[in-house]
T-cell receptor, first 114, second 115 residues
Framework: SAVISQKPSRDICQRGTSLTIQCQVD?????MFWYRQQPGQSLTLIAT?????????ESGFVIDKFPISRPNLTFSTLTVSNMSPEDSSIYLC???????????FGQGTRLTVV | DAKTTQPNSMESNEEEPVHLPCNHS???????IHWYRQLPSQGPEYVIH???SNVNNRMASLAIAEDRKSSTLILHRATLRDAAVYYC????????????????FGQGTILTVHP
C-alpha cells in the first residue's frame, strides 16, 4: 500500500496568483496522476506526472495553466497558474505501481479562488 | 474510453446487503473492472477489482457477468460508514496503450445507508 500526503489541505487564493500543491508518497511508485474535482462533480484526470520528463496532459488541460513536476519516484507538484474563480475545486494526487495495481489517493487540496 | 453506467443513487438499511449495479457494454479485452468509493470530504479509496471471475475481499464482493458487459458490487452488510459515492471504472491494463493505468471516473452511485 501507499500513503499519500498533500499540502496544503486547503487554501484561499486571490485571482491572478498561482498555487503549488505538493504530493508526497511514502514509498516509490511507478505512476502518479493529478485529478480535479469541481464542486458536486466527479473526478477528472488532469495529467500523468512522468518522472524525469514532461507530464502528459489530458484534453482540455495545458502545461501553461497546470505545470507539473515529478523529480523522483515519491514526489510531484501541481501548480495552478493565473487562477480565476473557475479554478475553485478539489485537486487530488493519485499514485500506483503499475499493471494490476490499486490506485491510492491523497485527501485532496480544496482550493477557493476569490 | 469504455464507459460505465450506474444508477445515480441507491438506499439501504444498516446491516442489510447492498447490490450496486454497473453496465459496461463496450468493455474491451484488456479492461479490468475497478470499484472505488469516495467518503465525504475524502479522496477515493480502492474497493475491489476483477477481470472475468468473481472476486471477494474483506470489504466487498464483485460479481462479473459471463459476457463481462455488467458487474455488481456487493456489500454484504451495510454500515453507516459505507455511505459514499461508489464508482465503477474500467481501467485499461494494456501496458502499451495510451490509457494505461488511468482511471476515468463517471458520476457514480450515491449510496445512502439508513440506521
Amino acid at each position: 500500500s501507499a500513503v499519500i500526503s498533500q499540502k496544503p489541505s486547503r487554501d484561499i487564493c486571490q485571482r491572478g496568483t498561482s498555487l503549488t500543491i505538493q504530493c508526497q508518497v511514502d514509498s516509490q511508485v511507478t505512476m502518479m496522476f493529478w485529478y480535479r474535482q469541481q464542486p458536486g462533480q466527479s473526478l477528472t484526470l488532469i495529467a500523468t506526472a512522468n518522472q524525469g520528463s514532461e507530464a502528459t496532459y489530458e484534453s482540455g488541460f495545458v502545461i501553461d495553466k497546470f505545470p507539473i513536476s515529478r523529480p523522483n519516484l515519491t514526489f510531484s507538484t501541481l501548480t495552478v497558474s493565473n487562477m480565476s474563480p473557475e479554478d475553485s475545486s478539489i485537486y487530488l494526487c493519485s499514485a500506483g505501481q503499475g499493471l494490476g495495481w490499486e490506485a491510492f489517493f491523497g485527501q485532496g487540496t480544496r482550493l477557493t479562488v476569490v | 474510453d469504455a464507459k460505465t453506467t450506474q444508477p445515480n443513487s441507491m438506499e439501504s438499511n444498516e446491516e442489510e446487503p447492498v447490490h450496486l449495479p454497473c453496465n459496461h457494454s463496450t468493455i474491451s479485452g484488456t479492461d479490468y473492472i475497478h470499484w472505488y468509493r469516495q467518503l465525504p470530504s475524502q479522496g477515493p479509496e480502492y474497493v475491489i477489482h476483477g477481470l472475468t471471475s468473481n472476486v471477494n475481499n474483506r470489504m466487498a464482493s464483485l460479481a462479473i457477468a459471463e459476457d463481462r458487459k455488467s458487474s455488481t458490487l456487493i456489500l454484504h452488510r451495510a454500515t453507516l460508514r459505507d455511505a459514499a459515492v461508489y464508482y465503477c471504472i474500467l481501467r485499461d491494463e494494456d501496458a502499451g496503450g495510451t490509457s494505461y493505468g488511468k482511471l476515468t471516473f463517471g458520476q457514480g452511485t450515491i449510496l445512502t445507508v439508513h440506521p
